[in-house]
Each structure stands twice: as structure tokens, then as C-alpha cells.
């Protein structure tokens, strides 16, 4: 791991591998999308429609 100072800004180097790992964690402690079901969806979809209709 190396450090690289650009511009008064602090920069670290670390290797593609370790990056990988510390990505996949990350992914991993994010929630996971709520899936919604067929009669739910299309509520939430008629309402940002009509959201999305007012901003224009």
C-alpha cells in the first residue's frame, strides 16, 4: 500500500485484489431491494407517474 499526495490531497494505492475484497464486503452490508408484489408495483408505479407528471 503506497500513498500519493496530489495537491494537498491524500491518495492510497492498494492492489486490484484487495480492492475486490473490500468491494464484495461492501456489497454485501448494503440491504437488498424490496420486491413488491404485482398489484403493489403497479400502485407504485401509477403513483410516481403521476408525481413525475406534476414536476413538468
Known amino acids: 500500500m503506497d500513498t500519493l499526495i496530489i495537491k494537498n490531497t491524500k491518495f492510497i494505492l492498494i ?3 484487495k480492492f475486490d475484497k473490500i468491494q464484495l464486503a461492501a456489497a454485501k452490508k448494503t ?5 413488491l408484489s404485482l398489484a403493489a ?3 407504485h408505479a401509477l ?3 403521476e408525481q413525475w407528471g406534476k414536476e413538468k
Open 15 to 17: 492492489e486490484q485484489k
Open 31 to 35: 440491504p437488498g431491494v424490496k420486491k
Open 41 to 43: 408495483g403497479r400502485k
Open 47 to 49: 403513483k410516481l407517474i
